[in-house]
């Protein structure tokens, strides 16, 4: 089995806990022993800077890259992805891939010298808000639930023009139909489900799925409970009907997966470490044929990062 997860918070829980290691299965839900334990070939991990964190400053994301660099691509069994080739060679090695991702770009503060420093150092993707607006662009919970601001529409331009790989989860419905028409790149959903199966704010409306299947953009479906089932306790089997619904809308070869594990304290029932993994798969072989589980688990999002990453 191979896996390959597109949103974790690993690094906020370092960064507001400095002691915390790779280690800690007792803080941490995505370690390095569940890595291997879910089989794992690539896990993103996102810089979040945590509400606790007040005015979020650029150096705080520098810190949060440092960590990744110092506390997990450093172990010997870890290996930073940058591009399509350092995929291909992980793979080869027989490493799990890290690739880090910015989620809420208020610490960029507008400036391109900032977000082409983060393409740099190895940050591939990013999420424009998180919750609430920012200088780009208002979040799903901003009362207002505006677009992008003249900046944020100059930094879509920015991204697109670096191969910077945009992420709609938390942005406002009005924002993402914005960029469907202001960017020419495949975006992706790294941690959002459907609204109709279960209609939280962050979940994807019909006419949203089926934007990101036409860019030929991937959704990462995530394992947070009200997003799995907003009416009563979720549990793993909630999630077949995410991935039924998506593969009507002619999505089956565009669904993923993006736990958010180490971002919530509330768990799907069944899901609760990056350990569980195994149990989803399960779940998904008695329900799916092989070929469509290896698009689930893995295969949806290699295709996508191969052709979406740098070459070398």
């Known amino acids: 089995m191979k896996v390959i997860d597109a949103h974790c918070d690993v690094l906020n829980k370092m960064m507001l806990h400095p002691e915390i290691d790779f280690h800690d299965a007792d803080r941490l839900n995505v370690t390095l022993e569940r890595l291997i334990e879910a089989g794992s070939v690539l896990q993103l991990f996102a810089v979040y800077m945590s509400v606790q964190i007040v005015n979020p400053q ?48 208020e610490a960029l503060m507008g400036r391109e010298l900032y977000l082409r420093t983060l393409f740099h150092l190895g940050v591939r993707s990013i999420g424009i808000t998180w919750n609430y607006a920012n200088w780009a662009a208002d979040g799903v919970k901003e009362p207002r639930q505006g677009g992008f601001t003249l900046k944020g529409k100059q930094f879509v331009k920015q991204c697109d023009e670096l191969g910077m790989i945009l992420d709609v989860s938390h942005l406002t419905e009005k924002g993402f139909w914005e960029l469907t028409e202001m960017s020419e790149r495949p975006f992706i959903a790294s941690h959002s489900n459907a609204y109709v199966i279960s209609p939280n704010e962050r979940n994807l409306t019909k006419d949203q799925i089926q934007a990101i299947l036409q860019k030929d953009g991937r959704i990462g479906l995530t394992f947070i409970p009200p997003l799995v089932n907003s009416e009563k306790p979720a ?30 304290a509330q768990f799907t029932n069944g899901l609760e470490h990056m350990g569980r993994y195994n149990a989803l798969a399960e779940l998904l072989a008695n329900h799916y044929s092989n070929d469509f589980v290896e698009g689930l688990l893995h295969r949806n999002w290699r295709s996508f990062f191969d052709k979406q990453l740098p070459a070398t």
């Open 58 to 105: 650029f150096d705080h994301i520098l810190k949060a890259i440092d960590l990744f660099a110092s506390k997990i691509v450093s172990h010997p069994k870890m290996m930073q992805i940058r591009s399509a080739a350092d995929l291909r060679q992980a793979e080869a090695e027989g490493r799990i891939g890290a690739m880090l991702t910015l989620e809420g770009v």
């Open 235 to 264: 549990v793993m089997t909630d999630l077949l009907r995410h991935i039924d619904y998506i593969a009507s809308l002619g999505g089956s070869k565009h669904i993923g997966f993006g736990s958010d594990f180490d971002g919530t």
